[in-house]
C-alpha cells in the first residue's frame, strides 16, 4: 500500500510558528476524527458525536474551525509546543512537522506490531525575523492568506476521497483509530518534527513523539 | 449483468442524506456568518439526532427558510440549492460577496454504498465546509458586521447565479461526493472585487428613519425578511408534496456495521422525536445572539433603517424567486444582545424592514447626544425629507423610548416624525443668549430651610441642622472616622454643607411641554450649528473609535 504523502509549505515570523501549525494541524485532525465508537452487539457500532468550535489566532488574521476537544488540543499544543522549542527562540531557521496517520499491524510473537502509515502531512515551516511593526501587520495579513491557501489545500486532498482504514471491529479498534480520548477519536497519528539550522544542515535531532507506546517490546 | 437500480430502502435513505446534507450546509454557511464564534460540544455517545456525526446546531427559521426555498424537492442534476451572502451597508447600498451552490452532476457511482460510504463522505464534506467558510473574505467581513452593514443571506433553489459577484470572482470547490444517481458537489463562487459598488444597480433610497439610539440599546431579534404570522402553519405541512421523507423532527439512529461492510445495517427512526414541530413564533425567541440585528450605530450617531429597496424585485432575483428577500444577521462581535420577539407582519420586503423597525426593543438606553456627531446631524436631516417608497407608511411606526438609568426623564412616547432631541437643554441654540443658558448662569438653589445650606463657602461647623428637606431630623452630626480638629472643613462640615445641593438645571427641563412644531422649528437651526461644528464632531467621533 502506498502512502499518501501531502507537504505544505508556510512562512510565517517566529511568534506566529504555534497558531499557524495549530490551525493546519487541526484542521487535517478535523477531518481525520469521528465520534467515539460504541460497539454493540452483532457487529454493529454507534457513532458519537463531534462538536466543532472557531478559533481566532492573536498573531495572525485568521480564524479556523478544531474538534471540540480538550484533551486533543492539549496534546496538539504539547507537540506543537516543543517544536517551536526546538527551532529556538528569535531566530530565523527552517523546520518540518510531520503528522502521519498510521495502523498498526499486528505480528506475531517475537515481532512487535507494525506501524504503517497511511497518511503523512508534512508541513514546511521557514521562520522570519521582521524589522518593525509595519511589516508585522503585512505579515499577519499575508499569512492569514496563506493560511487560507493551505487548508483549501487541505480540503481538496481530503476530498480526493483516497485510502482510508477500513472500520474495524471491536478488537481492532486500538489498530486504526485513538481510543484514549474522552471526546473523539481521530484515527492513530504521530507528530514528528526535525529542525534545520539556518546553515541548511541538518541537525539531525529528529524526535520522536508516540502518542501511543508501541514500540516498547 | 449487475442489477445497478438502488433498492427502495437504499433510495429512501440517499434521499433522507441529501435533504438533511442540503438542510445541514444552508446551517454552517449561515451560522459561519453570523458574526459570532460557534461553538458545539462533543459527545462521546450518540444522541440520535445529530446528523453525519456533527453538532451542528439547528436555527429553526434558517431550516425553514432553507425549506421554503426547496418547496419539497431535492437538490438533483439542474436544480441546485444555492445559499447567496450579501453585504448591506447603513447607507442602503448592496453587494453580493459569494454564492454556495449545492449541485448535483449526472456521473453516478452504482457500486458505492449509500448507508455507509456515501454518509460518511457526506460527514467528510461538512467538516471541510466548516474550515472553508472561515476562509473565504466573507467571513472576515461578517465577523466585523454591524456598525456599518450587515451581512444577509438567501437561499434559493434552480439555477446558479453568479452575475452579482462581479468580475474576476474566485471559485473554491469544498468537496464532491458520488452517489449512486449522481454526484453531489459543493462550491463557493466569491466575489474578489471588493470596491464597493456604486448604487446604480439599485436606487438609492435615504433612510427610512432615523431612530437615536446608542451603547445600551438591546438588539432587536430581527433576522427576518419577512415576519410571519402568528398562525404560520409548521414547517411540516409544506412537504405534502414530498413523499417519504419526513421533515427536521425525524432523528437518525445510525448504527454502522463493521463487517463486511455489505452487511451494513443502517435504521433511521422516528422514535426519538425530541425536537417539538417548531412554530415560527416559537423559535423567534431561541436565544440564538447571532441572529439578533442591530441596526443600530453607536453613541451619538442616528441610526439607519434599511431602506425600502425601490429595486427590490430586482435585487430578488424573480426569476428563481422561491424564497424571498434577503434575511438579515448579525451582531457585532463584541456586544451581547438578547434578541426580542419581532412582531408580527405578514408582509415581505420593505414592510418587514418596517417590521423591524417597530420591534425597537423595550430596553433602557441614554439617548445620544446629537452634538458629538456631525454625521448625525446629516442623516437627521435626511430622515426628516423621508420618502415614502415603502408601501407601508413608515412614518407611523411608534416606538417607546426608555430613558436609561440615571437619567431623571420620564420616558417619551415619541413618533419618528418629531426626532426630538435628547439633551435639549446642552444643543447650543443659537437664539439662546448667555444670559439664558442654564449651564451659564445656573439656577438659583431652591431656598432650604436648613440655615447650613446654601452657601458654599460656609465655614461653619458642629452646629445642628434645623429641619431639613429629609424627614429625619440631624440633632448632632459626628461622621465616622472623622477628626474634628484638623481642618477647618471636616467631614462632618462637608456633608451638612452640601447635604441637599440643588437640582441640575437639565434635569428639570420639562420636554414635554415642548410642543412637536416647535422641535421641528428649532431643527434647522440646530443643525446649521452642527455642520458649523462638524469637524469637531467627527475628531470626537474619531476619538471613539
Known amino acids: 500500500m502506498n502512502c499518501r504523502s501531502e507537504v505544505l509549505e508556510v512562512s510565517v515570523e517566529g ?17 481525520r476524527s469521528t465520534g467515539k465508537f460504541h460497539y454493540k452487539k452483532e457487529g454493529t457500532y454507534s457513532i458519537g458525536t463531534v462538536g466543532t468550535q472557531d478559533i ?54 517475537p515481532f512487535s ?7 503523512v502531512w508534512s508541513i514546511k515551516v521557514n521562520v522570519v525575523n521582521l524589522a518593525n511593526e509595519q511589516e508585522r501587520q503585512i505579515c499577519r495579513e499575508k499569512v492569514g492568506e496563506k493560511l487560507g491557501e493551505k487548508v483549501i489545500n487541505i480540503v481538496e486532498v481530503i476530498n480526493q476521497h483516497e485510502y482510508l482504514p477500513k472500520m474495524p471491529t471491536q478488537s481492532e479498534v486500538d489498530n486504526v483509530f485513538d481510543t484514549s480520548l474522552k471526546d473523539v477519536q481521530p484515527y492513530l497519528y504521530k507528530i514528528t518534527f526535525q529542525i534545520t539550522d539556518t546553515l541548511g544542515t541538518s541537525v539531525s535531532t529528529t524526535m520522536r513523539r508516540l502518542i501511543k507506546d508501541t514500540l516498547a517490546l | 449483468m449487475m442489477d445497478s437500480d438502488l433498492s427502495p430502502q437504499d433510495k429512501k435513505d440517499l434521499d433522507k442524506f441529501i435533504k438533511f446534507f442540503a438542510l445541514k450546509t444552508v446551517q454552517v454557511i449561515v451560522q459561519a456568518r453570523l458574526g459570532e464564534k460557534v461553538c458545539t460540544r462533543s459527545l462521546s455517545s450518540p444522541t440520535g439526532s445529530d446528523w453525519f456525526n456533527l453538532a451542528i446546531k439547528d436555527i429553526p427559521e434558517v431550516t425553514h427558510e432553507a425549506k421554503k426555498a426547496l418547496s419539497g424537492q431535492l437538490p438533483g442534476i439542474g436544480r441546485s440549492m444555492c445559499v447567496e451572502i450579501s453585504l448591506k451597508t447603513s447607507e442602503g447600498d448592496s453587494m453580493e460577496l459569494e454564492t454556495w451552490c449545492l449541485e448535483m452532476n449526472e456521473k453516478c ?40 452593514y450587515v451581512i444577509l443571506y438567501r437561499i434559493y433553489f434552480g439555477e446558479v447565479q453568479l452575475t452579482g459577484l462581479g468580475e474576476g470572482f474566485q471559485t473554491v470547490r469544498v468537496g464532491v461526493v458520488g452517489t449512486p444517481i449522481g454526484t453531489i458537489t459543493l462550491s463557493c463562487a466569491y466575489r474578489t472585487n471588493l470596491a464597493f459598488m456604486s448604487t446604480r444597480q439599485f436606487e438609492r433610497t435615504a433612510p427610512i428613519m432615523g431612530i437615536i439610539i446608542d451603547h445600551f440599546v438591546e438588539r432587536p431579534f430581527g433576522n427576518m425578511g419577512h415576519m410571519r404570522p402568528c398562525n404560520y402553519r409548521a414547517p411540516g405541512e409544506d412537504e405534502g408534496a414530498y413523499n417519504g421523507v419526513e421533515d427536521s423532527q425525524e432523528v437518525c439512529t445510525t448504527s454502522f456495521s463493521t463487517s463486511p461492510p455489505s452487511q451494513c445495517v443502517f435504521t433511521v427512526s422516528k422514535a426519538h422525536l425530541k425536537t417539538p ?43 428563481t424567486l422561491n ?14 444582545g438578547v434578541p426580542q420577539q419581532v412582531p408580527v407582519q405578514p408582509c415581505h420586503g420593505a414592510q418587514a424592514e418596517h417590521g423591524r423597525v417597530s420591534s425597537c426593543p423595550p430596553a433602557d438606553h441614554v439617548p445620544a447626544t446629537p452634538s458629538s456627531s456631525g454625521e448625525g446631524a446629516e442623516t ?24 436609561g438609568a440615571f437619567v431623571n426623564k420620564p420616558g417619551t412616547q415619541v413618533t419618528t416624525a418629531s426626532l426630538d432631541l435628547p439633551f435639549a437643554a446642552f444643543a447650543p441654540r443659537a437664539y439662546d443668549l448667555e444670559e439664558n443658558d442654564p449651564m451659564v448662569q445656573p439656577p438659583e438653589s431652591p431656598a432650604t430651610s436648613s440655615p447650613l445650606q446654601g452657601s458654599l463657602h460656609s465655614q461653619g461647623s458642629g452646629e445642628s441642622g434645623g429641619p431639613a428637606q429629609d424627614d429625619f431630623v440631624m440633632v448632632d452630626f459626628k461622621p465616622a472616622f472623622s477628626k474634628d480638629d484638623l481642618l ?58
Open chain 1, 15 to 31: 511568534r506566529q510558528v504555534d497558531e499557524a501549525m495549530l490551525a493546519l494541524l487541526h484542521t487535517i485532525l478535523l477531518h
Open chain 1, 56 to 109: 481566532d489566532c492573536d498573531y495572525i488574521d485568521f480564524s479556523f474551525v478544531r474538534v471540540s476537544s480538550d484533551e486533543l488540543d492539549r496534546v496538539i499544543r504539547k507537540a506543537v509546543g516543543e517544536f517551536k522549542d526546538a527551532m529556538g527562540n528569535g531566530t530565523d531557521g527552517m523546520g518540518q512537522i510531520s503528522l502521519e496517520f498510521y495502523q498498526k499491524k499486528k505480528s506475531r510473537w
Open chain 1, 113 to 119: 506490531d507494525e506501524c504503517i502509515p497511511w497518511e
Open chain 2, 109 to 148: 457511482d452504482k457500486d458505492i454504498k449509500v448507508s455507509y460510504t456515501v454518509y460518511n463522505r457526506l460527514s467528510l464534506l461538512l467538516k471541510s465546509l466548516l474550515a472553508i467558510t472561515r476562509v473565504t473574505p466573507a467571513y472576515k467581513l461578517s465577523r466585523k458586521q454591524g456598525h456599518d
Open chain 2, 277 to 319: 414541530k417548531p412554530a415560527v413564533m416559537d423559535t423567534l425567541k431561541v436565544p440564538m445572539m447571532g441572529l439578533a440585528f442591530s441596526h443600530q450605530l453607536y453613541c451619538s450617531r442616528l441610526s439607519y433603517q434599511p431602506p425600502v429597496l425601490v429595486g427590490a424585485a430586482d435585487f430578488c432575483h424573480p426569476s
Open chain 2, 323 to 336: 424564497a424571498a428577500n434577503p434575511h438579515q444577521m448579525g451582531i457585532p462581535g463584541k456586544e451581547g
Open chain 2, 380 to 403: 437627521l436631516s435626511r430622515s426628516i425629507e423621508v420618502k415614502g417608497v415603502s408601501p407601508c407608511d413608515v412614518l407611523e411606526t411608534t416606538f417607546t423610548r426608555k430613558v
Open chain 2, 488 to 545: 477647618p472643613m471636616d467631614l462632618g462640615t462637608f456633608y451638612r454643607e452640601f447635604q441637599n445641593p440643588p437640582q441640575l438645571a437639565s434635569l428639570t427641563i420639562d420636554v414635554s411641554s415642548q410642543s412637536m412644531a416647535e422641535d421641528l422649528d428649532s431643527l434647522p437651526e440646530k443643525l446649521a450649528v452642527y455642520e458649523k461644528n462638524i469637524d469637531e464632531f467627527d475628531a470626537f467621533v474619531d476619538t471613539l473609535q
